[in-house]
């Protein structure tokens, strides 16, 4: 699987963004989806999860009731909707595939996309 992140930007704080992470391969249903960023100077942390079908999603307290993912399986893209971005959101964005159902493990993922970054001006 390979995995291609778009959507990043610079975007004014309260503002919104929406990534994509478009997929090849045509088992893309069968992986559990999850987005993971990686702010300067800081360890790559969880952000949000969903399962093979999409009717499970897990998020990190920091993000929960801003980001919303979603997935739609017959264009193998996954989303990340991000509403009322904070300067603590500014990172480089990775989305990741895992073989298990749902996840919030990097160390379970085994396919990564290259990264897009999301800058938030105060």
């Known amino acids: 699987v390979q995995l291609q992140a778009s959507g990043g930007g610079l975007v004014q704080a309260g503002g919104s963004l929406r990534l994509s992470c478009a997929a090849s391969?045509?088992?893309?249903?069968?992986?559990?989806m999850g987005w993971f960023r990686q702010a300067p100077g800081k360890e790559r942390e969880f952000v949000a999860a969903?399962?093979?079908?999409?009717?499970?999603?897990s998020y990190a307290d920091s993000v929960k009731g801003r980001f919303t993912i979603s997935r739609e399986n017959a264009k193998n893209t996954v989303y990340l909707q991000m509403d009322t971005l904070k300067a603590e959101d500014a990172a480089v964005y990775y989305c990741a595939a895992t073989t298990m159902i749902i996840s919030v493990s990097p160390s379970s993922y085994v396919y990564w996309g290259q990264g897009t970054l999301v800058t938030v001006s105060s």
């Open positions: 391969g045509r088992t893309f249903s069968r992986y559990g």
């Open positions: 969903i399962s093979w079908s999409g009717t499970s999603t």
